[in-house]
């Protein structure tokens, strides 16, 4: 059964840091690995999706790296703001159906 | 972009009714739909695969005759929440594959507060 864990479960800093967000699957049967954003009461973002065969994706000040051999991939946020603070979820997909599995997420707060 | 409407944002409803989520590809077509449920500060957790022209699939744990699914068009699930409980209070959300496609970004709608009293 494949399980995501995302570390750290929270993280505070003052805008302007760079930071990075990391995630962790115990199955590396996947199809592709995504980063959504949840703002409180929302639904989610898709941020980023990286392929099973990429290694990163990028996407203005996100960058995405996916080691599928070892089950971790990493978010890094550039010089955050304020308006980046929210939950950010790693999901893995994979199955006979493609379904999704979820982190718990980390809870962001910038600082201004 | 791929767009996922979810009606209504929000309901209250008292125990022993049933309560209908509407799920709907604003400018796409979704023969796959997922349903999600959220608890608070916990992950989301997929319930049921909805498939446009057949019978959902519902994950382990989740019942079928509680969590009624719909998908009769290849824009539209409904997740139907029969005989409402308190423990059914959560957050549901929905959710597609912007392209019809697997290997694609999954876009989801902003999600359902239900509160059963």
């Known amino acids: 059964k494949q399980e995501v864990t995302q570390i750290p479960a929270a993280l505070s800093v003052p805008e302007g840091e760079n930071l990075v967000l990391n995630c962790s699957f115990t199955?590396?049967?996947?199809?592709?690995l995504q980063w959504f954003r949840q703002d409180p009461g929302k639904g989610l973002t898709s941020l980023l999706l990286?392929?099973?065969?990429?290694r990163e994706q990028t996407s203005g000040r996100l960058n995405a790296s996916l080691d599928k051999s070892s089950g971790r991939s990493t978010l890094y946020i550039a010089a955050s703001q304020p308006g980046d603070s929210a939950t950010y979820l790693c999901?893995?997909?994979?199955?006979?159906?493609?379904?999704?599995?979820f982190g718990k997420g980390t809870l962001l707060t910038v600082n201004p | 972009g791929a767009v996922v409407s979810q009606h209504p944002s929000w309901v209250i409803c008292k125990s022993g009714t049933s309560v209908k989520i509407e799920c709907r590809s604003l400018d796409f077509q979704a023969t796959t739909m997922f349903w999600y449920r959220q608890f608070p500060k916990q992950s989301l957790m997929l319930m049921a695969t909805s498939n446009e022209g057949s019978k959902a699939t519902y994950e382990q744990g989740v019942e079928k005759d509680k969590f009624l699914i719909n998908h009769a068009s290849l824009t539209l699930s409904t997740l139907t929440v029969t005989s409402a409980h308190p423990e059914d209070s959560s957050f549901y959300i929905c959710?597609?594959?912007?392209?019809?496609?697997?290997?694609?970004?999954?876009?989801f709608g902003n999600g359902t507060r239900l509160t059963v009293t």
């Open positions: 999901a893995v997909s994979g199955g006979s159906n493609y379904k999704l599995t």
């Open positions: 959710s597609a594959f912007g392209q019809d496609s697997y290997n694609s970004p999954l876009h």
């Open positions: 990286i392929q099973s065969s990429q």
């Open positions: 199955d590396s049967a996947i199809y592709n």
